[in-house]
């Protein structure tokens, strides 16, 4: 009994915790049906990739910076799907600041990087300015949700991976098929008399290069820093993340 007991314990999957609680709602920002909505939200993309996706809002970020508010409240509550300090992605809101922080832990520094979190942070930040922060959260769970579908370091919105760039191709390979085949069943003749009496003459020849210039110009910086931008950090309990901060 003992010996099926520790083969199942080593076998047995990471299974998410149901009753965890995964919205920090301090600020009131939100409606118990809105919480709700987005408790079973995150609990079901959490499990599709092993991750917390985890949501707090706060009033004053207990008069912190809101990156050290979010390393603290990481590193207290042990967030993380696979274990405790484990794999996690948690978007904060400071309503005292307007402030915005996105960080990604373990699999979620992998899979949601620096210049990932700054897609999601850019995609919300229209619904947190215009006060619609159900839609701003679910948007936080569903992109963070697709890009960990794409292997790290890829572009998760470059136009390589939409649906509509795939129905182009294919229905410019299926036409590009389809016209070879009906020029090819078209039996044009190619071959005459000359082609076995080696009367045939070269016409013409020439020769021609074309050069090509290459012009470099310097890109111009981006001053905006309301935009805000990437940097993730450590937090005190020494778990590494990445990171997205701006303003709302």
Known sequence: MLSLFLIFSFISPVFADESKQRVYDYADLLTDDEIDRLENLANQHGKKHEIDFIIVTTKDADNKDIIPFVEDFYDEMAFGFDKPNGNAAILALDMSKRDVYIA??????????????????????????????EEAFTT?????????????????????????????????????????????????????????????????????????????????????????????????????????????
């Open 104 to 133: 990604g832990f373990y699999k979620g520094k992998k899979y949601l990087d620096n210049k990932r979190v700054d897609l999601i942070r850019e995609k919300m930040t229209p619904d947190l300015s215009s006060g619609n922060y």
């Open 140 to 248: 936080f769970i569903e992109t963070g949700s697709r890009y960990m579908r794409y292997i790290p370091g890829v572009n998760p919105e470059s136009f390589l991976l939409q649906t509509w760039f795939h129905m182009i191709v294919a229905f410019g390979l299926a036409a590009l098929i389809v016209g070879t085949m009906a020029y090819n069943s078209g039996g044009k003749v190619t071959v005459n008399e000359r082609t076995y009496t080696g009367d045939f003459k070269v016409l013409q020849r020439k020769d021609i290069y074309i050069t090509k210039n290459v012009t470099k110009r310097r890109k111009p910086k981006n001053n905006n820093s309301n935009r805000g931008g990437s940097g993730g950090g450590v937090t005190r309990g020494g778990h590494s993340h990445s990171g997205s901060r701006g303003k709302f």
